[in-house]
């Protein structure tokens, strides 16, 4: 069992890592360079882009974190409480409210609304109000799941080293 539990903690510390490290890298060079495209450009690429990362490869991080974090969580509650245990349980918190609640009630309804925006039909002034519409409110949200995920992987990896 012990054996298991230090397995799952090391799935959960590689799942947080990459789901931090995409938002992260999201942050730092894709919104930067969509940032610069033209009005159209841009609800072209996020549209895309939204579509594209839909697959395997993501969920095995974003939800492989919503499903870890708890179970690794609850393998380390002990009597009397350990530190391992608090710091996984505030990285579960955090990533449930900050990067999974914040996507899906923030980020994706904004993408699913940009998905019913008909870039083709629309005229310039109509394109650049979806910009607008979208582009600041989705970077804030962005944002504020980009610092969750990275405080939770720190989190994850204290109680990896401190348990």
């Not at 019913?116 to 002034?125: H, K, P």
Request: hydrophobic share 55%.
């Amino acid at each position: 069992m012990r054996k298991m539990t230090s397995e799952i903690l090391i799935l959960t510390a590689i799942t947080a890592a990459l789901i931090a490290g995409l938002f992260y890298a999201y942050s730092c060079s894709v919104n930067i360079g969509l940032a610069r495209l033209s009005n159209a450009g841009y609800i072209a690429a996020m549209q895309a882009i939204n579509k594209a990362i839909l697959n395997p490869l993501f969920f095995v991080s974003f939800i492989g974190s919503l499903l870890l974090l708890p179970v690794s969580t609850f393998l380390h509650y002990q009597q009397p409480i350990s530190n391992r245990f608090i710091f996984l349980l505030i990285a579960t918190i955090i990533y449930i409210i900050g990067s999974f609640g914040v996507t899906i009630f923030g980020n994706v309804p904004l993408n699913e609304m940009l998905a019913r925006f008909n870039l083709q039909a629309a005229s310039d002034e109509e394109i650049a109000n979806q910009r607008t519409k979208f582009e600041l409110p989705w970077n804030r949200l962005h944002t504020i799941r980009t610092i969750a995920s990275v405080i939770s992987l720190v989190m994850v990896l204290i109680a990896c080293v401190k348990g």
